[in-house]
T-cell receptor, first 112, second 113 residues
């Protein structure tokens, strides 16, 4: 079946603008994760959705970041009033559990 | 808090064996995973150790010692295509039945002829 997809693949925006990043997980996967990866760095956990439970938002770096997951499937990560330090690749992953996560290709965000 | 330590870079010769170590300090530890990421690509799952010992999958093996808070990824018969970044990741209980993966900063492996 299809893997995790993300859109857009690239996003260039101006400082101060809001952006929305989309993730379509693998069908049937109950868990969905968002990570951020800066150039040459590791993956920074942002937020985790598991089924109908309240999301684990412990990794969100500021209140400018928010995410939602509609119908237990598609998720949108929103960054308000973007800053240059928000520039990174934003990766989404889905899984049945935590042991094996399947990653999407990522969205490369550039804030000018 | 939690932390994972792994070497930032490793270079090895094609056909050789290389071991990438990972030490961790974390609460609520459940297991250790390894992911591979080629430049410009997405991370892909390699292995998971929930129990002490060695897990073997083809040319790749992964080891965990919970008492030592230590694990490693072993790559045998290295091929040029193995050049990539390798991340260890700790599965931990973040409370209320929620689990998450915390990733290390990654080890960039360069395989040379």
């Amino acid at each position: 079946g299809a893997g995790v997809s993300q859109s857009p693949s690239n996003k260039v925006t101006e400082k101060g603008k809001d952006v929305e990043l989309r993730c379509d997980p693998i069908s049937g996967h109950t868990a969905l994760y968002w990570y951020r990866q800066s150039l040459g760095q590791g993956l920074e956990f942002l937020i985790y959705f598991q089924g109908n439970s309240a999301p684990d938002k412990s990794g969100l770096p500021s209140d400018r970041f928010s995410a939602e997951r509609t119908g237990g499937s598609v998720s949108t990560l929103t960054i308000q009033r973007t800053q240059q330090e928000d520039s990174a690749v934003y990766l989404c992953a889905s899984s049945w559990g935590v042991d094996t996560q399947y990653f999407g290709p990522g969205t490369r965000l550039t804030v000018l | 808090g939690q932390s994972l330590e792994q070497p930032s870079e490793v270079t090895a010769v094609e056909g050789a064996i290389v071991q990438i170590n990972c030490t961790y300090q974390t609460s609520g530890f459940y297991g250790l995973s390894w992911y591979q990421q080629h430049d410009g690509g997405a991370p892909t799952f390699l292995s998971y150790n929930g129990l002490d010992g060695l897990e073997e999958t083809g040319r790749f093996s992964s080891f965990l010692s919970r008492s030592d808070s230590y694990g490693y990824l072993l790559l045998q018969e290295l091929q040029m295509k193995d050049s990539a970044s390798y991340f260890c990741a700790v599965k931990q209980d973040s409370g209320a039945g929620s689990y998450q993966l915390t990733f290390g900063k990654g080890t960039k492996l360069s395989v040379i002829p």
